[in-house]
């Protein structure tokens, strides 16, 4: 399973775009890059996936490099209730292998 | 369209007692996984049921067991409880069909502590 690497906390203020870069140097070639954000006593809520290149939604975009060796998440004007936990993961998640979750990143947003 | 859902949200026991909790997967999914996540860590994978057998298995002793209905919703059981095992415990739902990167919808998860 490709390990990731990810800051463990950033701080940031309200209408600033945060960025969260995550590492992953053995990502395999099918893998795909998922982030999730998780809220205190809550389950991980999905935000993004990509493969390569970049992935918008609406509610992040997701930069993957050629290499796929990393991937940033960037969040745009973030709010307070952007606060939380955010968890870059890699791999499959269907019966032939189990997503593993690191650390994650701790998200502060200020007012 | 209901989303997973977790009973009971909150438990206590003592240690050496045993615990069942249950998952419903999300309308239309059919794997269900289980993740036990530790104050201030990840969730960590514990097992994976897809057409009501244990697929996957993440690094948990035996006294972690699970099942899986015809009906999809799951079971995690757990026996002879340590001081250890008190964490939030996560399901979370899939569709095998949908391929390989198909998202993962979680649960909110059932506080479980051992006293």
């Known amino acids: 399973l490709a390990k990731t690497t990810q800051p463990i906390s950033m701080d940031s203020y309200e209408g600033q775009e945060v960025n969260i870069t995550c590492s992953h140097n053995n990502i395999a070639t099918n893998d795909y890059i998922t982030w999730y954000q998780q809220f205190p006593s809550q389950g991980p809520r999905f935000i993004i996936q990509g493969y390569k290149t970049k992935v918008t939604n609406e509610v992040a975009s997701l930069f993957i490099p050629a290499d796929r060796k990393s991937s940033t998440l960037s969040l745009p004007r973030v709010s307070l209730s952007d606060t939380a936990v955010y968890y870059c993961?890699?791999?499959?998640?269907?019966?032939?292998?189990?997503?593993?979750f690191g650390s994650g990143t701790r998200l502060q947003v200020q007012p | 369209d209901a989303g997973v859902t977790q009973s009971p949200t909150h438990l206590i026991k003592t240690r050496g007692q045993q615990v069942t909790l249950r998952c419903s997967p999300k309308s239309g999914h059919d794997t269900v996984s289980w993740y036990q996540q530790a104050l201030g860590q990840g969730p960590q994978f514990i097992f994976q049921y897809y057409e009501e057998e244990e697929r996957q298995r993440g690094n948990f002793p035996d006294r972690f067991s699970g099942h899986q209905f015809p009906n999809y919703s799951s079971e995690l059981n757990v026996n002879a409880l340590l001081l250890g095992d008190s964490a939030l415990y996560l399901c979370?739902?899939?569709?095998?069909?949908?391929?390989?990167?198909?998202?993962?919808?979680f649960g909110n998860g059932t506080r479980l502590t051992v006293t």
């Open positions: 993961l890699v791999g499959l998640n269907t019966g032939r292998r189990a997503l593993t």
């Open positions: 979370a739902s899939s569709l095998f069909s949908a391929g390989d990167n198909s998202p993962l919808h």
